[in-house]
């Protein structure tokens, strides 16, 4: 006989671990332990059957998750700050100034280089997770200095956004962007990978009092080491210099990487190019050529010639996409966003400039003669060159949506601007497209998908009241004594095409009524869906056209 298994010891109850037991187990409190499945990646779990493993109301853990954060070298670097905090409060309380400082200098510093490599193993990895790392950093550097989020965090998350952004330009790897009252959304293609992050808008930002800075700020953390790791590759990977520094002032004397003041302003003006390394530019074509062949999606079922072909075809595209505006000299306002302006104008190929009194950086000044556009904001200009285009900002963006510098006639100073449309939504069978999307996609000779899957059924109860409607009106008029004549119908031989589509109809109902039950069930929930996406689409086609009617239509002139 086998021995007898004792309960406890062996299936769930052993599988699963509460947070009470892994903080026993661990030695830790609950804010150091939050922190530490944070850094490391372990989030709770649901048991199955939680009679089991020790009852409801619990947090529960893998218990293999918590064995394996118990030779975390983090841990025992936990411990060592908190006893250097018991120490330099003991020292603060005995006014030993000089042991206090001593202490201070001594304090021990977290390294998570080890958490970053372990959690991704290759790069590829790393830029498959760094959309919410992004987005996090981006958000911290718009975010006021206050006790709580530091001034060191907020200038770490500032430099580490902007050297991502320069990167971006000098691939000229941003693809999409889309303006939204949460913020702008921009999409870049690194290596192969779609990259989507959102930025808040330049704005004064407060802190809310009901956001937890510290879950945060240990997200943050983490997030900035692996935006230095992602950062380091991705220059080394164009051959540019790492720190960044300007090629301006890459050969003078002077220091001036991106600890200076003057390089800082500089730098984050974002209209300057960055140093390379010294090498030859045989590499850098080499590297520029193995990222782009990454980024074709090219058949394999295709003969060589075929290939080389679309491999041609796809490359010239996204070349015309890449110097979109290559040919195009502008110049921004005051009271527009110059950084989301001057980061999306550069990744296409174009030169920009501001005036020199807003902020430093500017290449050259309202008065050049060369500039061909002026992005402006205000209805009133107090002088106007003729030659160039004064456009709203929007314009700007549309052109990259579209893929193609479109006509400034409709982005006009003082003009009503046409629908922002978001790229990032795909045109799928049955859903709502505006009429701009309609004619944009006409345009470029895309397929326009059926926006109406099938028209909505009347319910039973509908119909019943339709047929009493009727009847009324028939007692109405036999009882008003007026003769109820009804027009003769003249017999026509039956359309072939009609009869087929009953038949047709015949056989499908026929089908449904032969339907096991359970598969009709999920049938009648497809169908109920798809009734209720097409009601949807009629009520947005509806208010757009009520949108359309409430417009003050443009008044003709009079011709005299």
């Given amino acids: ?197 959102i930025v808040p808008h330049q704005f004064a930002q407060h802190s809310p009092g009901d956001v937890d800075f510290r879950i945060m700020l240990t997200f943050l953390e983490f997030y900035n080491t692996l935006l230095g790791f992602i950062n380091f590759r991705l220059f080394q990977s164009l051959n540019l210099h790492y720190p960044p520094m300007l090629s301006e002032f890459s050969s003078s004397s002077d220091s001036t990487d991106a600890g200076d003041a003057e390089s800082d302003e500089l730098f984050a003006s974002l209209a300057h190019r960055l140093a390379t390394l010294p090498s030859t530019d045989v590499e850098t074509e080499e590297v520029a050529q193995d990222d782009e062949v990454a980024k074709l999606d090219i058949g394999l079922n295709l003969d060589e010639q075929a290939r080389k072909d679309l491999a041609r075809k796809q490359e010239q595209e996204l070349s015309k996409i890449k110097n979109l505006f290559a040919h195009c000299r502008i110049f921004l306002g005051r009271e527009v966003p110059r950084e989301a302006l001057v980061f999306v104008i550069r990744c296409f190929g174009g030169t920009v400039s501001w005036s020199s009194t807003q902020a430093v950086g500017a290449a050259y000044q309202e008065e050049d003669d060369t500039i061909t556009h002026q992005i402006v904001d205000r209805p009133v200009q107090s002088h106007r060159y003729l030659s160039r285009f004064y456009v709203q900002p929007q314009w700007v963006f549309d052109c990259i949506n579209a893929k193609r510098v479109l006509p400034v006639g409709q982005y006009n100073v003082g003009m009503a601007l046409p629908a922002h449309l978001s790229p990032f939504v795909e045109a799928a069978e049955g859903e709502y497209l505006p009429p701009e999307q309609v004619e944009m996609m006409e345009e470029e000779g895309d397929e326009i998908p059926n926006m109406e899957l099938e028209p909505p059924r009347k319910s039973k109860k509908r119909k019943a009241m339709e047929e009493d409607e009727e009847v009324r009106k028939e007692e109405a008029h036999s009882g008003a004594g007026e003769p109820l004549v009804r027009p003769g119908v003249i017999d026509k031989p039956e359309d072939p095409s009609k009869k087929a589509k009953q038949e047709a109809e015949e056989e499908k109902r026929l089908a449904i009524m032969a339907m096991p039950k359970k598969k009709k069930r999920l049938y009648g929930k497809i169908m109920q869906s798809r009734q209720k996406k097409s009601t949807e689409v009629r009520k947005l086609k509806q208010r757009r056209e009520a949108i359309d009617s409430s417009r003050p239509s443009p008044k003709k002139k009079r011709t005299k």
């Fill in 1 to 197: 006989m086998g021995r007898e298994r004792k309960k406890g010891q062996s299936g769930a109850a052993v599988a699963y671990m509460s947070r009470n037991q892994a903080l026993k187990k661990l030695q830790l409190t609950l804010p150091d332990f939050r922190r530490l499945c944070i850094l490391k990646g372990i989030f709770p779990v649901e048991p199955k059957h939680k009679k089991k493993v020790g009852g409801a109301g619990k947090t529960y853990y893998f218990s293999k998750d918590i064995q394996f954060l118990a030779h975390e070298p983090v841990l025992e670097k936990f411990r060592q700050f908190k006893v250097f905090v018991k120490r330099l409060r003991k020292a603060m309380g005995r006014e030993d100034t000089e042991l206090a400082s001593r202490l201070s200098t001594n304090e021990p510093v977290i390294s998570l280089d080890h958490i970053v490599r372990e959690r991704y193993p290759s790069f590829i990895d790393a830029l498959r997770d760094v959309d919410d790392c992004l987005s996090m950093v981006f958000l911290f550097a718009t975010l006021p200095q206050e006790n709580r989020v530091r001034r060191k965090v907020v200038q770490k998350c500032r430099r580490l956004s902007v050297e991502f952004m320069h990167y971006v330009i000098a691939s000229n790897s941003l693809r999409k962007v889309f303006v939204s009252i949460k913020g702008i959304y921009y999409q870049a293609e690194i290596q192969g990978e779609s990259i989507t992050w």
